[in-house]
């Protein structure tokens, strides 16, 4: 009898321990096949890196539509500094609201955000042509009003968006969050070459630039809607990003569930968090940050520099030169050029600069430029600008994509989510910095 009772304690303390002994195991198997490249974290793993590309074009596409027309919007609006202004109106919103996101990132759905990226993106282009149409493109103070009004949408649509992606593909592989990246890089290439070859069709004809621009907003518009349907109906089914987004939700992620439910896949994580509590602490936000604060300062410090000098003082402070109007659009063009051959250096692993000592030295190094492009404006031809200004670009790319890449390795899925929110606050707070630093170029200027 007393054999009987201990073999029936036995069997139920075996059946109460399975459920816990079978999560063990399916978490090491899912860390195994990681580790060994098994085909449920390989499989789609090329359309995978394809959506990143385009995602992240999509991310900044509207946005460098709106810089690269620069020369429209100051023939449009020559007395009011649209290339700065519409920047300085754009940051705020991009940084603040990127912030607020970030600090409620844990629980936020990232669908919905991603999406009602997209969305406005699409819908804040569409609204950029019908306030030129409305206006008839006569400018003047009320339609200055509106394309700010559009460019802080612009800013909102970032905040949603940027944050939202990079925090997301920080807990899948690498090469996503480096070909998100890199598609950033690219929308600026993209728009800058349709910008010349819009540029070059319309130059000649009655109301040349403002067709161009037109023509412009419209190809954006058809991109922003582009991306919007991949995100919403391509990337959530590939099986690479179904196996990492339930190897987070198993680390106890909520930010996925409703990207699983989208992909078919239902889970049950307040169950599973009430069941091993230990097994989804993670980390706070600030205990991220403290451990990662060279990589924030890293990031901040990048775009500090770059947006101090791109795109206001290429576009206003390099004097006339034997380019003409073509001038600007050629320095942006060579930025975002380089920018994005920079952003595939680091895919070569000899190349890739990993040290955080190294990085932040590369990063304070790049503050050199200050003088250079002070005293190539000053003495220069447009030869040495054009440099400079690739060589910014090609720096910018790459040591983004070194920090961005290397800063989630070792975290959780859910760490590395609130991590990549919280680099792309420092990021925003970099470019908003950056961008007001760039009015002191106009010191001694009538300013």
Same mark, same amino acid.
């Given at each position: 009898?007393?054999?009987?009772?201990?073999?029936?304690?036995?069997?139920?303390?075996?059946?109460?321990?399975?459920?816990?002994?079978?999560?063990?195991?399916?978490?090491?198997?899912?860390?195994?096949?990681?580790?060994?490249?098994?085909?449920?974290?390989? !499989?789609?793993?090329?359309?995978?890196?394809?959506? &990143?590309?385009?995602? @992240?074009?999509?991310?900044?596409?509207?946005?460098?539509?709106?810089?690269?027309?620069?020369?429209?919007?100051?023939?449009?609006?020559?007395?009011?500094?649209?290339?700065?202004?519409?920047?300085?109106?754009?940051? *705020?919103?991009?940084?603040g609201l990127t912030c607020f996101f970030a600090y409620y990132e844990a629980t936020m759905n990232t669908r919905k955000r991603n999406l009602a990226g997209f969305a406005l993106f699409f819908l804040s282009s569409f609204a950029l042509i019908l306030l030129d149409v409305g206006t008839k493109g006569h400018g003047g103070i009320p339609a200055y009003i509106g394309v700010c009004i559009i460019s802080a949408f612009f800013g909102t649509s970032?905040?949603?968006?940027?944050? @939202?992606?990079?925090?997301?593909?920080?807990?899948?592989?690498?090469?996503?969050?480096?070909?998100?990246?890199?598609?950033?890089?690219?929308?600026?290439?993209?728009?800058?070459?349709?910008?010349?070859?819009?540029?070059?069709?319309?130059?000649?004809?009655?109301?040349? +630039?403002?067709?161009?621009?037109?023509?412009?907003?419209?190809? $954006?518009?058809?991109?922003?809607?582009?991306?919007?349907?991949?995100?919403?109906?391509?990337? *959530?089914?590939?099986?690479?990003?179904?196996?990492?987004?339930?190897?987070?939700?198993?680390?106890?992620?909520?930010?996925?569930?409703?990207?699983?439910?989208?992909?078919?896949? !239902? /889970?049950?994580?307040?169950?599973?968090?009430?069941?091993?509590?230990?097994?989804?602490?993670?980390?706070? /936000?600030?205990?991220?940050?403290?451990?990662?604060?060279?990589?924030?300062?890293?990031?901040?410090?990048?775009?500090?520099? $770059?947006?101090?000098?791109?795109?206001?003082?290429?576009?206003?402070?390099?004097?006339?030169?034997?380019?003409?109007?073509?001038?600007?659009?050629?320095?942006?063009?060579?930025?975002?050029?380089?920018?994005?051959?920079?952003?595939?250096?680091?895919?070569?692993? &000899?190349?890739?600069?990993?040290?955080?000592?190294?990085? =932040?030295?590369?990063?304070?190094?790049?503050? +050199?430029?200050?003088?250079?492009?002070?005293?190539?404006? !000053?003495?220069?031809?447009?030869?040495? =600008?054009?440099?400079?200004?690739?060589?910014?670009?090609?720096?910018?790319?790459?040591?983004?994509?070194?920090?961005?890449?290397?800063?989630?390795?070792?975290?959780?899925?859910?760490?590395?989510?609130?991590?990549?929110?919280? +680099?792309?606050?420092?990021?925003?707070?970099?470019?908003?910095?950056?961008?007001?630093?760039?009015? =002191?170029? +106009?010191?001694?200027?009538?300013?």
């Amino acid at each position: 009898q007393a054999s009987a009772s201990f073999s029936e304690t036995l069997t139920n303390e075996i059946f109460r321990l399975l459920p816990s002994l079978n999560r063990q195991v399916n978490s090491v198997i899912m860390g195994l096949e990681v580790a060994g490249g098994g085909e449920a974290a390989v !499989k789609g793993k090329f359309w995978g890196i394809v959506v &990143c590309f385009f995602l @992240g074009n999509g991310s900044l596409f509207a946005w460098n539509s709106m810089l690269t027309i620069e020369d429209y919007y100051v023939s449009l609006f020559p007395n009011y500094h649209p290339t700065r202004v519409l920047t300085l109106v754009y940051q *705020p919103f991009a940084f603040g609201l990127t912030c607020f996101f970030a600090y409620y990132e844990a629980t936020m759905n990232t669908r919905k955000r991603n999406l009602a990226g997209f969305a406005l993106f699409f819908l804040s282009s569409f609204a950029l042509i019908l306030l030129d149409v409305g206006t008839k493109g006569h400018g003047g103070i009320p339609a200055y009003i509106g394309v700010c009004i559009i460019s802080a949408f612009f800013g909102t649509s970032d905040a949603l968006v940027q944050g @939202g992606l990079v925090g997301d593909l920080s807990l899948m592989c690498p090469e996503f969050i480096q070909s998100f990246l890199s598609g950033l890089a690219a929308s600026g290439v993209i728009t800058s070459a349709l910008r010349l070859i819009t540029k070059a069709a319309f130059e000649n004809s009655q109301n040349g +630039l403002r067709n161009g621009a037109m023509l412009f907003f419209s190809v $954006t518009c058809m991109f922003e809607l582009a991306c919007l349907l991949l995100y919403a109906f391509v990337f *959530p089914k590939l099986p690479i990003v179904k196996y990492y987004r339930q190897k987070a939700a198993s680390e106890g992620s909520k930010t996925v569930g409703s990207d699983l439910a989208a992909a078919g896949i !239902k /889970t049950d994580q307040d169950r599973q968090v009430e069941e091993d509590t230990q097994k989804h602490e993670r980390l706070s /936000t600030k205990e991220l940050l403290m451990q990662n604060i060279d990589y924030a300062l890293d990031i901040f410090l990048i775009y500090v520099l $770059t947006l101090s000098i791109f795109p206001g003082f290429l576009s206003e402070d390099t004097g006339s030169h034997g380019l003409g109007t073509w001038y600007a659009l050629v320095l942006i063009t060579m930025y975002n050029v380089l920018d994005l051959i920079g952003r595939y250096i680091p895919l070569i692993k &000899c190349l890739k600069l990993t040290n955080r000592k190294g990085l =932040m030295v590369a990063i304070l190094a790049r503050f +050199l430029f200050i003088p250079a492009f002070y005293f190539t404006a !000053k003495y220069g031809d447009q030869g040495y =600008m054009i440099f400079l200004t690739s060589f910014l670009g090609l720096t910018n790319g790459y040591l983004t994509v070194c920090v961005l890449a290397e800063a989630p390795n070792g975290y959780k899925g859910p760490e590395q989510n609130a991590l990549g929110n919280v +680099l792309v606050v420092c990021l925003l707070g970099g470019i908003f910095s950056g961008v007001v630093l760039d009015w =002191m170029w +106009l010191i001694g200027k009538g300013w």
